[in-house]
């Protein structure tokens, strides 16, 4: 990568939108580039960190081991699946939770300029990945030559930081109050949604509306059984979504909710904001809603379960009524 593509990257991040361009310049030439192929690791949980990387092209996964007790901790492992994935160990399995696919103009590993902390997660290549690596000691030294910059810049860092913790806590607050209604015994899914939809709502950032589909069984359709917002008139993308066979987003503003069944899809809810939002928003809220999705899916099941249940007690109770 060429000194002024270096430049035109470190002009596009916030994190240097208050750093004069011929300092920046002067920056760019303490960067440097390096390329991964798909599925490379950039680094890994545990190990010492020296380095912000910021991403020139191509996305990058950042994913956190969740190991079993048998695993205590040993193994390697590879991210698969786009969330959470179960793989091989010695002793036992390992998955990964995905915390964020970052794309073009992100950066990542910030944590290591203002402490020398080993990494909290791996960061993985997700396809063919271009970075710009500044290490800590060509940070220092920049900042030396440019003293009045160290505390905007720093500034900066901690703007990020805090907004990647409040989207943390957000989406760990919103969990937390999930899994407690889901706990609630609910007498048919349609009440099930309608609170799910109430208690995620809140969380929601922007001009929001949905529309909840339930399969109804007795007439082989998916039946619009709850709407928040203005749904009705949010337009041919929301109205008309993609072939429900899993949670994707249908455009920019558009992202379909699926709850899969075991025959067919038990409903879905489609979710629509006014504005578009951007790549790294939608990351990170469609892993949000995706895991919103496989709680409401087992909650779903559950019902389905004790309904179906409760039939065949019925029905044992008639024949047994009406036996001679």
Known sequence: MGEQNKLQLLKSLKLFSRIPDDQLENLSQFLTTVDYADGAEVFAEGSPGD??????????????????????????????GADRAPLAGKGGAIAYKELAVLGPGDCFGEMVLIDAVTRSADALAAGEVT???????????????????????????????????????????LLLDLSQLLLEPFPNAKVLIQKVMERLFPYLEGDWCAGAFVYNEFNDEMELIHVSGEFQSAGEAAQSPASPAGSAWVDDSTYQVVFPGKRRSMGYIVFHRAAPLDPEDRHELSRTLT???????????????RTEDDLRSRLRKNLQAGAY
């Open 51 to 80: 380095s912000l990387y910021f991403i020139s092209q191509g996305h990058v996964r950042i994913a956190k081991k969740l190991r079993s007790q048998e695993d205590g901790g040993q193994g390697a492992a590879v991210l698969a």
């Open 131 to 173: 970075l710009c690596r500044l290490g800590r000691d060509e940070l220092n030294r920049w900042l030396e030559s440019h003293p009045v910059l160290a505390m905007g810049f720093f500034a900066q860092i901690v703007q990020v930081l805090s907004g990647r913790l409040r989207r943390s806590s957000n989406e760990l607050t």
């Open 291 to 305: 895991t919103i999705a496989r709680l409401t899916t087992a909650a779903l099941e559950n019902i389905a379960y």
